[in-house]
Structure formats: structure tokens, C-alpha cells
């Protein structure tokens, strides 16, 4: 009997992920069930089945999928690198999580909107679902990479903050899930950029209007003192 090749597996895979995927984008993804997948698919059941046993598996993968997406931990990587100054470091990290949010608005933001709300509220599911995720959250991991070069540069007296570290730290997490939450609504949901009362919920705004709220909270650097 011959063995099934492993880019037909992975094909067969990808396509009931990409089923998944649409399936998530019409209708609360903590409520898509192993049915609608295999529907959606078009697959037998034992089809959908052989690759994925129940619905945790199939929402691990996808938060999977949207953590690699654009590959941002390797730019991640390169920014910190860099050996450019710390202040500019922090700028192209903020610029990478402006780009990365525009891309995941388009793709899969709306899942893992629907899916943290959820685990909020379930924290059981959150910890079944959570054991088959493999990758790491890209806003995570950019959040860290930052926290290090504040941390580090603080210590060594570069930054001069004008309050406590744990709180820039604690504030630009927070800046973040707010950005993540209030654009994903508008712009997922609403169908529009704007609430009543016309303020602008747009990423790349809000993004640099974070990172410039976080230099003013780091206070003068060793840069500024030398002029």
C-alpha cells in the first residue's frame, strides 16, 4: 500500500483550517462546532476527522495560523538587533505592531477577539484549547522584546522615566489590548471606523500615539542630555 505523502496531508489540513477560517468570520468562532467545519468543507466526517478529532483542536491551529502569520517574530528579531539606539528600537517595534495588527485585521483578528472574550469567561476551555497551541502570541513576544529594552536601558540610566517603570509597562499593555479591542469592533463588526460620537478608532493613530506617550513617560534620555 502506498504511503500517503506528507504535502497531501498538509494540503488536506490547510483546507480544513481554511474552512474553519470562514466559517469563524460568519458567526462567533467560541460557537463554530465540528459540523459546521465538515459543511463547510464539503469532506465526510471521518474526513474532517482524521485530521482533527474535535473543535479545540481546530482553534488551536487557527491561533496558530495567526500567530505565524507575516513571519513577524523573525522581524522582531532583526529590530532588536539592530544596534540602532534604544529609542528607535522601540519606534520599529511599534511600527512592526502597527503593521501587524493592519494585516491581522483582515484576517484573523476577529477570531481571536471573539475567542479571548470567551476565555475570559471560561477559563477551562481556555486551558484545553490553549495546551495544543504551539506558537507564541506575536503581541506577546513584541510586548516582551519591548518591556527588555525599557528595562535594560533604564537600568543603565539611558531612559529617565517619570514614574515607575512597572507602570509604563503596566500602561502600554493595557494601550494595546484597548487598541486591539476598540478597532477590532468598528472595524469587525460595525462596518465603520467611527462611533457615534466621531472618534477615530484607527490602529496606525492610535499606535503612534502610544509609542509618543510612552517616550514622554520615559522621560529625557542620555541622548537628550548631551545636546
Not at 517574530?73 to 540602532?84: L, Y
Amino acid at each position: 500500500m502506498p504511503k500517503v505523502k506528507v504535502e497531501y496531508l498538509e494540503e488536506k489540513r490547510n483546507e480544513i483550517l481554511n474552512a474553519a477560517f470562514r466559517v469563524c468570520n460568519r458567526k462567533p468562532a467560541y460557537d463554530v462546532t465540528m459540523s459546521d467545519i465538515v459543511s463547510e468543507t464539503g469532506m465526510s466526517q471521518g474526513g474532517v476527522y482524521k485530521y482533527f478529532n474535535n473543535i479545540d483542536l481546530v482553534l488551536a491551529a487557527l491561533i496558530d495560523k495567526a500567530n505565524l502569520q507575516g513571519n513577524y517574530f523573525e522581524q522582531i528579531d532583526k529590530i532588536m538587533k539592530s544596534g540602532n539606539s534604544p529609542e528607535i528600537i522601540l519606534k520599529d517595534l511599534f511600527l512592526a505592531s502597527e503593521q501587524y495588527f493592519s494585516d491581522m485585521l483582515i484576517s484573523y483578528n476577529k477570531i481571536l477577539f471573539e475567542l479571548s472574550t470567551f476565555f475570559a469567561y471560561s477559563p477551562e476551555r481556555c486551558e484545553q484549547i490553549n495546551k495544543n497551541v504551539t506558537t507564541s502570541s506575536t503581541f506577546g513576544y513584541l510586548t516582551q522584546c519591548a518591556a527588555e529594552i525599557i528595562i535594560t536601558e533604564t537600568e543603565k540610566g539611558y531612559f529617565l522615566p517619570v514614574i515607575p517603570i512597572k507602570d509604563i509597562l503596566a500602561f502600554i499593555v493595557a494601550s494595546f489590548d484597548g487598541i486591539i479591542r476598540d478597532v477590532t469592533i468598528t472595524k469587525c463588526y460595525f462596518g465603520r471606523g467611527t462611533t457615534e460620537t466621531d472618534i477615530e478608532f484607527d490602529e496606525k493613530k492610535l499606535i503612534q500615539c502610544l509609542y509618543l506617550s510612552t517616550m514622554t513617560l520615559l522621560g529625557k534620555t542620555q541622548n537628550d542630555e548631551k545636546r
